[in-house]
Structures are given as C-alpha cells and as structure tokens.
C-alpha cells in the first residue's frame, strides 16, 4: 500500500473486535485456540483447530472489503481465513507457509448477503497464528468508464467495426480490439469488474494501459463475471481499457458489461 492507502485504510472502521487479542478471549469463540503472548495460536489438531469471531459482522452488499492481519503457518494450505456469507456460501484465504507476514486480500460482498461470520483456522499437520487482524469496508468511486454496458452501444468506444446488440459488445471475427479511455480518479487501487460469455476457444483479454503502458491484462477463456484489481500511480493522466478478442474464429463472444472504479 501506498501512504495515500495507508491513510484512508487508518479511517476505516476496523469491524474485527481485539484483532490485536491483547484483550484475551473479548470478540473471540475458540475450539482449540489459545490467546496467549496476545497473538490467536492455532496448535495442530485433527481435523482442525479454530477461532470464530464471536458476533457476525454486519457487511454492505455489493461492498468491496479489505482484511489485513500478521500471519504465519508451519504448514501449507491449512493456516487460513474463512468467511461464511449469511447466503451459505463462503471465501478463504490460505496463508502462505514457513514465514511471518502481511497478509492483505480484498473481496466483495455478495449482492445477497448481509453478514458473515469470520472465522481463523489452524490445520492438522502445523501450527498458525494470526494478529493485528482487520476488516475494513474499501470505498469505491463511482463508474469511470462511460457506457460500460453498452447499453448505448458504441457510444464512447473507440474500435472499427464491433457490433453491438444494445446489451453487450459482440466480437464474431473483427474488430481486434475495442478501447476507452477515461481520466484517472487519482493514484490507488483500481478493481476491474467484467461480465463476459463466451465459448471456451474463443479467448478474450482485457488489456489496460496507464499513459501508454500496460499495467494489467486478463484472459477469458469462458463466460462469468470476472473481477481483479491492480494499482495506478500518482503521475498517470489517462487510463485506456482495451477488450480483445485473442483466437480466431466465426463463434461470437459478448462483453456484456466492464466496469473500471477506483478502490483503495
Ligand atoms: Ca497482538
């Protein structure tokens, strides 16, 4: 994160209550957890040892959330984060194993859901620990990218001759590419949403430049809604997004909609 991050993510309000467990067990349901040396230890056990937060948070649907926590885990693919949506579904986050760190992952909330129950596990073959844990609700700017459902088809896209049905972008063989540029919403983080269908030889990318240069892409190699983020510096002006079509053939493939907004 950047300092300008650092600032508004400081702002937020961090829903995990004593993520620093220097309040013993306050906030906290352990089943086989210890809270000592003010840290939440997770000693192996099978299947699994864990800490549940002790309430569900309240959450925003549709909202982007951020959570950061110091983590360590001895063993690959067990230490973890869990969250389990008031919906039923759910989201992990593995730690990486053998080292100390900054664990810090973003994820949005479902339009469905209203709560989640947030949940720090240990594996059966090692140890984790977690501390400094935080969930902060991210603030998003509005919609950057004009048009960004094609519901007035063309209108703001620059590209030859794409077809456009009033509802989605449509490649059959040319153009190769569509693009749109807009102003920056100032330096940060920026979440890059796509809806897209298409067959699974019919590749598509989405390139965006940063005054010029390429500073993320992303495949599509079959239809769903696609979301992914990567960051703009301070010194940018113009950000371009560039959806492409990357295998030949006659099966058409849709954008049905790509959304481009600053989030962090
Ligand atoms: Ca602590």
């Known amino acids: 994160m950047n300092d300008q991050q650092l600032a508004r993510k400081a702002k937020a309000t961090n829903l995990i209550l004593n993520g620093t467990f220097d309040n013993g067990t306050t906030g906290w349901s352990p089943d086989g957890a210890t809270f000592e040396n003010q840290r939440c230890n997770l000693p192996a056990r099978t299947p699994n040892t ?63 859901v209203n709560s989640v129950e947030f949940r720090l596990w240990g594996g059966s073959s090692g140890m984790a620990w977690f501390d400094n844990v935080t969930m902060t609700v991210m603030e998003e700017s509005e919609e950057l990218l004009k048009n960004h459902s094609f519901t007035d ?23 190769l590419f569509v693009s749109q540029s807009v102003d920056s919403a100032g330096p940060g983080t920026y979440t890059l949403k796509v809806d897209v269908t298409t067959q699974p030889l019919q590749n598509g990318r989405i390139v965006v430049l940063a005054d010029g240069a390429e500073v993320h892409s992303r495949d599509y190699n079959g239809p769903g809604e696609y979301e992914s983020t990567f960051p703009v510096a301070a010194d940018v002006t113009k950000i371009e997004v560039r959806l492409m079509r990357t295998a030949t053939g006659t099966t058409e493939f849709k954008f049905n909609s790509v959304s481009l907004k600053r989030s962090g």
Do not use: K, M
């Not at 959570?67 to 992990?92: D, H, K, M, P």
């Not at 664990?103 to 909330?109: A, D, K, P, V």
């Not at 030859?160 to 153009?175: E, H, R, T, V």
């Open 153 to 175: 088809l063309g209108e703001h896209w620059l590209a030859s001759n794409p077809s456009y049905d009033g509802d989605a972008c449509i490649f059959s063989s040319a153009p």
């Open 50 to 112: 864990f800490a549940s937060h002790a309430t569900p948070i309240r959450v925003e649907p549709g909202a982007l959330y951020l959570v950061t926590a110091t983590a360590f885990s001895t063993y690959a693919r067990e230490g973890r984060i869990q969250l389990i949506f008031s919906s039923g579904s759910q989201e992990a986050f593995v730690l990486i194993a053998g080292q100390q760190y900054e664990l810090q992952t973003t994820f949005r909330i479902p339009e469905n």
